[in-house]
């Protein structure tokens, strides 16, 4: 769900010279429970905020429909910053877990099935006219977008 002020289909991002940051976030109440979650994306003219909620999720699924939607908003291959406090998603991508998913059949390296898959892979197809750089922020620590991010993503949680 998106709030109503942002619509992708109308208001998709290109910026003069592609390149762009990205701030993510998800929350939850209850893990399973409902479930909100925010991106920021900054241009070098402009700064777009994008949330929404589930009422079913967890945390997890949030903090990937964060990076998700803020990716669907850029509609040309770009060089992206995506700054993220999830160890979930980063880690995912600097210690090569995803490469891992994918050679063992979407299994973890304990083979069972990795969770989330689908949102997994919607991300991944999200990223392949990117060049993606992936950045670790320490929630809760006063960077500005980070901070941004939470408050929209728990504002988003549906009552």
């Known amino acids: 769900m998106l709030n109503s002020k942002d619509s992708f289909s109308k208001?998709?991002?290109?910026?003069?010279n592609n390149v762009f940051s990205l701030y993510?976030?998800?929350?939850?109440?209850?893990?399973?429970?409902?479930?909100?979650?925010?991106?920021?994306?900054i241009t070098h003219?402009?700064?777009q905020e994008f949330s929404g909620g589930e009422r079913d999720t967890t945390n997890n699924q949030m903090e990937l429909m964060g990076v998700i939607q803020g990716l669907r908003a850029v509609n040309?291959?770009?060089?992206?910053?995506?700054?993220?406090d999830s160890a979930y998603?980063?880690?995912?991508?600097i210690q090569n877990w995803i490469r891992t998913w994918l050679a063992n059949g979407w299994k973890t390296a304990d083979k069972k099935p990795v969770k989330n898959q689908n949102l997994w892979q919607e991300l991944l197809r999200l990223t392949q006219p990117h060049q993606v750089e992936w950045i670790k922020v320490k929630g809760h620590s006063g960077d500005k977008?980070?901070?941004?991010?939470?408050?929209?993503a728990v504002a988003?949680?549906?009552l």
């Open 156 to 158: 988003a949680i549906p």
């Open 24 to 41: 993510t976030d998800g929350a939850c109440k209850g893990n399973p429970g409902p479930g909100g979650w925010a991106a920021i994306l």
């Open 45 to 47: 003219k402009s700064e």
């Open 76 to 84: 040309t291959p770009s060089k992206i910053k995506i700054h993220s």
């Open 11 to 16: 208001d998709a991002v290109s910026s003069g």
């Open 89 to 93: 998603i980063i880690n995912a991508f």
């Open 145 to 152: 977008y980070n901070e941004r991010c939470d408050r929209l």
